[in-house]
T-cell receptor
């Protein structure tokens, strides 16, 4: 079974709108990260939030983490066409434990 | 500073053939990871090197896959013989720290097995 599952699987919005993606996971984690993958490109690290943090900001990105609900959300404000990509959450349990990815949310921002 | 590079970017082979993928991590990164994304499914962990040693290879699908990292620099992932279900995108990542700290990913190698 998957550790991380993103919701929704696909999201289409108009440029300028906000996009919210959710991630749920099953086991206790050490860190949770969000990555972006543009079509045909590699994964780009967006933001890391530790298990003892509740919210983190980076530019137009806002990530929240609720360890009691085992969920995280990624908010992209004032979306741009260039934000069109697949977004993945990834969790780890610390130490040498591998990072586990979810299935991703495909975001389309329409100009 | 150069990022993680992977070669080739795309490989098309026939079932039963052998393919070798290469990953060059960021210089100085002891940790090197291989992941695979098959048919739009989740990105799955394959294995983790710390320098030249395999720290965790629990994600390797079967013994048709062989990963090496001689000298603790670049790594190769060989698939022999390739099967149809091996098609997908193979990502390599490196990190300076272990335990899930930011991993820097390469562009991936898209493998198509016909």
């Amino acid at each position: 079974s998957q550790q991380g599952e993103e919701d929704p699987q696909a999201l289409s919005i108009q440029e300028g709108e906000n996009a919210t993606m959710n991630c749920s996971y099953k086991t206790s984690i050490n860190n949770l990260q969000w990555y972006r993958q543009n079509s045909g490109r590699g994964l780009v690290h967006l933001i890391l939030i530790r298990s003892n943090e509740r919210e983190k900001h980076s530019g137009r990105l806002r990530v929240t983490l609720d360890t009691s609900k085992k969920s995280s959300s990624l908010l992209i404000t004032a979306s741009r066409a260039a934000d069109t990509a697949s977004y993945f959450c990834a969790t780890d349990t610390g130490g040498y434990q591998k990072v586990t990815f979810g299935t991703g949310t495909k975001l389309q921002v329409i100009p | 500073e150069a990022g993680v590079t992977q070669f080739p970017s795309h490989s098309v082979i026939e079932k039963g053939q052998t393919v070798t993928l290469r990953c060059d991590p960021i210089s100085g990164h002891d940790n090197l990871y291989w992941y695979r994304r098959v048919m739009g499914k989740e990105i799955k962990f394959l294995l983790h090197f710390v320098k030249e040693s395999k720290q965790d290879e629990s994600g390797m699908p079967n013994n048709r896959f062989l990963a090496e990292r001689t000298g603790g620099t670049y790594s190769t992932l060989k698939v022999q013989p390739a099967e149809l279900e091996d098609s997908g995108v193979y990502f390599c990542a490196s990190s300076q720290f272990t335990g899930g700290r930011e991993q820097f990913f390469g562009p991936g190698t898209r493998l198509t097995v016909l």
